[in-house]
């Protein structure tokens, strides 16, 4: 699996007079963010969105979503779930025995779950990543 | 007393192909070699049609047509990424772990918080199905031979569920469980247990042991005697008395492999020279990713295989006094081996790369730590006139590497093969430096950033033919799944 590498710290060696200890011992683990969005990594999966069922959601085409395989999914979770051989991104409603896939975009409709279907649950959508600013990613520097 | 579980992902290929794609669920389908080739996976419907491991595509073209069975390219990339996240996911349940084989985990669960073992192997099978998408069959006992046996059970029989437990109760000897398993044991052939080759089981037919039953009540003198250590160790592991235990450090591979099909034939010395030196580089990032040094590497070329009476193979292989892991070592005996195995006017379809006798850095450094250069060791000094480069070329016809490498015509050649010989030590210390160095800033800034020149411009020409390939959904971004 690939992670995203760690940050350096913002605190190079080069520390002026005055109070050094302090500024040192200050020193915590930089923010992590791969570590924030994802709280189990085996079972974690990243997937594009392909469309715009989903945009009063905030889901837009193109976004990437993180998919959490070891949540198990609850009414009004927002879900990656396999419906007739393919990948859909709905909203999960169940009542009364009934589960319904409720898409956030008027011009679509909900389908509902009949017996016999080919559906399960694939995972569910705990984050959304929508890129607000068009430019290609920064060059990494690189430190041997 | 140990407890181990052994945990088999079944047709673990076909399996991450359809986690992937619910369109490949219940319908049969087979997962083709690197150059799409042969049949390296089959679903089990696949499996139902008598369809063999390894059997190549155009023998059974007609097979595969007539049952609609969907074929698809090995995508490596996938299958390390969810195996490992097979491993892990298992981990979370026991610390205690050998990796058998890409597919394949033992773990210890007599230290776990569990108290009954089938409901243990019932929740890593739901939590591997749930989490990954990934089916296994679990067998569960006090030996490594009898949960090797009790998952072959368990894969089998529907009724296991998935899980075979074969234990004995935690308090004394309870004769029912004994029975039970001493009934299976007797419906278990002697060939079928894992360890007994085709040698054995015929050994222990010869003298009227055909199950495991049999081998179990044998007698340990005999078994002793004919077999030495290993027969008793059997009885005794067939017994549930543990005596293997786990093997928890990563053994190194065999062998490591590159191997392509060409999109189209090569036949200039310039191009084909430019693929073996890129595959060499393959090979030796996955010797060096895997901490581990190989002291022979064996160069392959071949013309088309569907043109069976022009099928041509060249192959040879070169042993250097001492592992290494220096890609310019590789590279320079690559090409000049390659070199002499080129003919003019061959149209090449397929190279290979091989490295073999390889071990681990931990155990050079002991036994040879003075003398790590693979060019120069005490025992042979590549003074003019020494040959140690063994060259094998052949014509053959037949399917398998394995079988070919027995028919190779090893040629001893006269010719002193040594480039520039370093002795220095700092030299070599420095190379492995320099080694480090290129692997992290290809690890980051992308693969092939900073390659040897005489890799050339990669060229689509050499890129893998495989035209059925699924994408690296978990390990490249602009290849992920998408949901609409």
Known sequence: ?????????????????????????????????????????????????????????????????????????????????TLDGAFTVKRLYKSQGTIRLVPENPL????????????SVWGVVTWVLHKTHNTKLPVRTFRA | MPLYALIDCNNFFVSCERAFNPKLQKKPVAVLSSNDGCIVAR??????????????????????????????????????D??????????????EIEIYSVDEAFIRIDHTSFKNPKQLGKQLHETLLSWLGIPVSIGIAPSKTLAKMACELAKSNPEYESVCVLTISEHGRDSTAEEIIDGLLKQFPTRE??????????RFAQNGLYTAYDIKTASSEWLRKTLGISGLRLKYELSGISILPLNTKPKPPQSIMHSRTFA??????????????????????????????AQTIHIRIETSRHNSHEYHAQQAHVTFPAPTDDTATFLYAARHTLDRLWEVKTPYKRAAVTLTDISTNESIQSSLFEKIDPWFSQKTKPSLGTSWMSFGKYLDQSKLL??????????????????????????????AALHKKIDAINAVMGKDTLRFASTGKPKPVWQSKSEQCSPRYTTHWDELLTVS
């Open chain 1, 108 to 119: 679509y409709r909900p389908i509902t779950v009949q017996d016999g279907t080919d559906f």
């Open chain 2, 43 to 80: 679903s089990s419907e696949v499996k139902a049609l008598g369809i063999k491991m390894g059997t190549p595509v155009f023998e059974i073209s007609h097979i595969l047509r007539q049952h609609n069975v969907q074929l698809l390219s090995s995508n490596y990339s996938l299958y390390a």
């Open chain 2, 402 to 431: 394995q079988e070919e490498s027995n028919k190779v015509n090893s040629i001893t050649v006269s010719e002193p093969f040594a480039p520039e010989v370093v002795s220095d030590k700092e030299i070599v210390h420095k190379k």
């Open chain 2, 193 to 202: 247990i894992w360890g007994v080759g085709r040698q054995y089981a015929k």
């Open chain 2, 82 to 95: 969810m195996s490992s996240r097979v491993m892990e996911t298992i981990k979370k349940f026991s610390p």
């Open chain 1, 1 to 81: 699996m690939r992670t995203i590498n760690s940050l350096s710290p913002l605190v190079d060696g080069l520390v002026r007079a005055g109070f050094p200890g302090v500024v040192e011992s200050a020193t915590e683990t930089p923010l992590d963010l791969n570590k924030h969005l994802v709280s189990n990594t085996t079972a974690t999966f990243f997937v594009r969105v392909d469309g715009d069922s989903m945009i009063k959601a905030g889901i837009y085409d193109g976004d990437l979503l993180v998919v959490d395989r070891s949540i198990s999914a609850n009414h009004n979770d927002i879900i990656v779930a």
């Open chain 2, 264 to 293: 189209r034939p090569i036949n200039n010395i310039t191009d084909l020279r430019q693929s073996i030196a890129t595959f060499t580089s393959r090979v030796c990032e996955t010797l060096r990713s895997k901490h581990t040094r």
